[in-house]
């Protein structure tokens, strides 16, 4: 019997499980085939004892419309930084990924399949070199890898953020009032773009645009006739003003290493104030509801496609490689080049266009 193992890593997304539940089934087409689940990342194998499942049809039954991952996921730990405690109370990281890799031999694992974001790639490109067998899928709701057109969960993000706008308007519209909704999506915008034109708001500030206030202010004053109006303001918790930089914090958790993004919206509507708005305004910051719920049809049908080619990408050898979505097809790619660097708005590309011509404010 041959094994996969498939691992979970980083932030979790709506469509880990559909691709999870896809690699089953595909594998399950193969007689000689037997998939493993790693759990929380690839901390499962390096914990003892080891934390690993056989996954057959019975455990991903009915898991293809549930959100998060049934394997558990952490972007903390994992082989390369392993967090150790030392004498001092202080901690610091080891290099775990050559005892790891000889771990996998022992447990007889021939190939691994790494569902992750940026960082996970990164492993993943680090293990492949080391010389473990390995293929990775793309997911965040970031939207923000390079190499495929969606990741899944990101339409998941935009519409649970659109319907929420759906909400802000009622009472915004009812109170006059100016909203501002903080959205995720690190230091792409692509989550704010999307939902902004899907929800009808009247400014978008990304990260790619650096804002200038008064921009923002006259597109407000447009907006009020009289006193009567409202404005629906999305941010994307990367942007920042083009005077002031990226608004962001290290990380006190032992073993995180991203740094913490959040805050610009509540800057944001302290500048608004400054600069003479006088309507209400409000805040809300979505947070990780963006990320929790189940997958829309788009994210559940790209999942599954992620992960039938993800197997088939096993058996066909070709390690090192990670599955993408370039319109109309499922191919693969270097892991390398998808790293090289992030996929971001294009300040002139046609959504942008699109954006302007409905109107959307971008604040540069
Ligand atoms: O990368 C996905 C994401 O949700 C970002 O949009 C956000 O900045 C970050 O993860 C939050 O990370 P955590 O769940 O570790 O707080």
């Not at 080391?130 to 709701?141: D, M, S, Y």
């Not at 989550?191 to 978008?204: N, P, Y």
């Not at 390690?319 to 109309?328: I, K, L, N, S, T």
Request: charged share 20%; aromatic share 6%.
């Amino acid at each position: 019997m041959k094994r996969v193992m498939v691992v979970t890593g980083g932030g979790d997304c709506p469509g880990l499980n559909a691709v999870i539940r896809a690699i089953v089934k595909r594998a399950s087409i193969e007689k000689d085939w037997e998939v493993i689940g790693c759990i929380d990342s690839f901390n499962g194998v390096l914990k003892e004892p080891t934390e690993i499942v056989v996954l057959d049809q019975s455990n991903v039954s009915g898991i293809l419309v549930k959100g998060g991952t049934i394997l558990g996921t952490t972007n903390k730990g994992g082989p390369f930084a392993w967090p150790i405690k030392n004498s001092d109370g202080t901690w610091s990281s080891v290099d775990r990924s050559d005892e790891m890799i000889r771990k996998l031999q022992i447990l007889g694992i021939d190939a691994v399949i790494n569902i992750g974001g940026d960082g996970s790639q990164r492993i993943s490109l680090d293990l492949f070199k080391k010389g473990l067998n390995i293929i990775g899928v793309p997911k965040t709701i970031d939207n923000d890898l390079s190499a495929t057109d969606f990741t899944f969960g990101f339409q998941t993000a935009v519409q649970t953020v659109t319907e929420a706008i759906d909400k802000l308007v009622t009472t915004a519209s009812s109170h006059n009032r100016i909203f501002i909704m903080e959205v995720m999506g690190r230091d792409a915008g692509w989550i704010a773009l999307h939902s902004a034109i899907a929800g009808g708001a009247d400014v978008c500030i990304i990260p790619e645009m650096p804002y200038s206030v008064d921009k923002i202010k006259e597109k407000i004053d447009s907006r009020y006739i009289k006193g009567k109006g409202f404005c629906i303001i999305v941010v994307a918790e990367g942007a920042y003003s083009a005077t002031q930089g990226k608004i962001c914090s290290v990380s006190s958790e032992i073993g995180y290493h991203n740094y913490n993004l959040g805050g610009i919206g509540y800057t944001l509507m302290n500048e608004l104030k400054d600069a003479g708005v006088d309507h209400d305004v409000r805040l809300t910051v979505l947070g990780h509801v963006q990320r929790g719920g189940t997958p829309t049809a788009f994210d559940r049908i790209l999942a599954s496609e992620f992960g039938v080619k993800a197997f088939e990408l096993v058996l066909e050898e070709k390690f090192g490689e990670m599955v993408a979505y370039r319109h109309p097809e499922i191919i693969s790619v270097k892991i390398d080049k998808v790293i090289s660097k992030p996929h971001l708005v294009h300040p002139s590309s046609r959504m942008v266009q699109t954006a302007k011509g409905l109107g959307i404010e971008f604040g540069n």
